[in-house]
């Protein structure tokens, strides 16, 4: 099963931000956070992930709160383009477990 | 750089027949994995592999053969088709930092 819960939708409009929240209540120390999105049919994307400090790249920022049980993916500024199915996915980083995909966000932007 | 690479993209087979769907990849990654995604629906887990020679099962290996006889490459055998098989199949890599990387997608009808 997957190990994170997300909403199941959210709206935004184009050129705010768009928080998506995430649960990982049952995270391990040594499991990192990932986020990827999947545009329309197309293969999904890696965006981001981290461990337990705050990153930022030029897609997008991730929140982890203190305790690691829960994430936040922010794109600051959302434009059409980022209409999305959004995953948020716990993992060790080093390849040696299977990776389980759960339902995901699905990000409307709106004009 | 070809990245992860599949082939075919579109293919109709008839209920019985069998097929292999291929993946690979020019990174030199050890972990590999295929998905299934029906319509409307998140990403499966069918099987992965975390090197040369190792193959395990993930959420539905039933019907679905794997073999990994080379880094570079990791092919999905269906023996005998069935119209439930009827989805999108993904194969990924997994990156230095565990972040996946996806193949366009192969797009399988099974009459």
């Known amino acids: 099963d997957a190990k994170t819960t997300q909403p199941t939708s959210m709206d935004c409009a184009e050129g705010r931000a768009a928080n998506l929240p995430c649960n990982h209540s049952?995270?391990?120390?040594?499991?990192?956070v990932y986020w990827y999105r999947q545009i329309h049919s197309q293969g999904p994307q890696y965006i981001i992930h981290g461990l337990k400090n705050n990153e930022t790249n030029e897609m997008a920022s991730l929140i982890i709160t203190e305790d690691r049980k829960s994430s936040t993916l922010i794109l600051p500024h959302a434009t059409l383009r980022d209409t999305a199915v959004y995953y948020c996915?716990?993992?060790?980083?080093?390849?040696?477990?299977?990776?389980?995909f759960g339902t995901g966000t699905r990000l409307q932007v709106f004009p | 750089n070809a990245g992860v690479t599949q082939t075919p993209k579109f293919q109709v087979l008839k209920t019985g027949q069998s097929m292999t769907l291929q993946c690979a990849q020019d990174?030199?990654?050890?972990?590999m994995s295929w998905y299934r995604q029906d319509p409307g629906m998140g990403l499966r887990l069918i099987h992965y592999s975390v090197g040369a020679g190792i193959t395990d099962q993930g959420e539905v290996p039933n019907g679905y053969n794997v073999s990994r006889s080379t880094t570079e490459d990791f092919p999905l055998r269906l023996e005998l088709a069935a119209p439930s098989q009827t989805s999108v199949y993904f194969c990924a890599s997994s990156g230095s930092y565990g972040e996946l990387f996806f193949g366009e997608g192969s797009r399988l009808t099974v009459l």
């Open positions: 996915i716990v993992r060790v980083a080093y390849n040696t477990d299977k990776l389980i």
């Open positions: 049952t995270i391990s120390g040594n499991e990192y």
């Open positions: 990174m030199n990654h050890e972990y």
